[in-house]
Nanobody, 122 residues
Framework: QVQLVESGGGLVQAGGSLRLSCAASGRTFSNYVMGWFRQAPGKEREFVAGISRSGGSTLYTDSVKGRFTVSRDNAKNTVYLEMNSLKPEDAAVYYC???????????????WGQGTQVTVSS
């Protein structure tokens, strides 16, 4: 399995930006698609964005399109989530995950990081 460690979360005002990183180790990073998910208190974990092995294909949930950008650097074994124009409803614990197929379904991802908290003040 791949070991994943997220970083970059924090407190930001509405309209602000954050860049999350997810560092991978243990297996060949470029063999895996990567996904970002989030979970707010009392809510189910939801798909945010995903990226193919090469980075050539990306997928976003509708609520973040045009505001979030997922990217990866296979040489650094890292996937990123650039978040702009943040809204209070974006507040959640954000997780990265690795899988075989690019999908929005969390149960299709094999390895997960521990999560990083994003708080957005209004």
């Amino acid at each position: 399995q791949v070991q994943l460690v997220e970083s970059g979360g924090g407190l930001v005002q509405a309209g602000g930006s954050l860049r999350l990183s997810c560092a991978a180790s243990g297996r060949t990073f470029s063999n895996y698609v990567m996904g970002w998910f989030r979970q707010a208190p009392g809510k189910e974990r939801e798909f945010v964005a995903g990226i193919s092995r090469s980075g050539g294909s990306t997928l976003y949930t509708d609520s973040v399109k045009g505001r979030f950008t997922v990217s990866r650097d296979n040489a650094k074994n890292t996937v990123y989530l650039e978040m702009n124009s943040l809204k209070p409803e974006d507040a959640a614990v954000y997780y990265c995950a690795s899988g075989i197929r690019l999908t929005t379904k969390p149960d299709r991802y094999e390895s997960w990081g521990q999560g990083t908290q994003v708080t957005v003040s209004s």
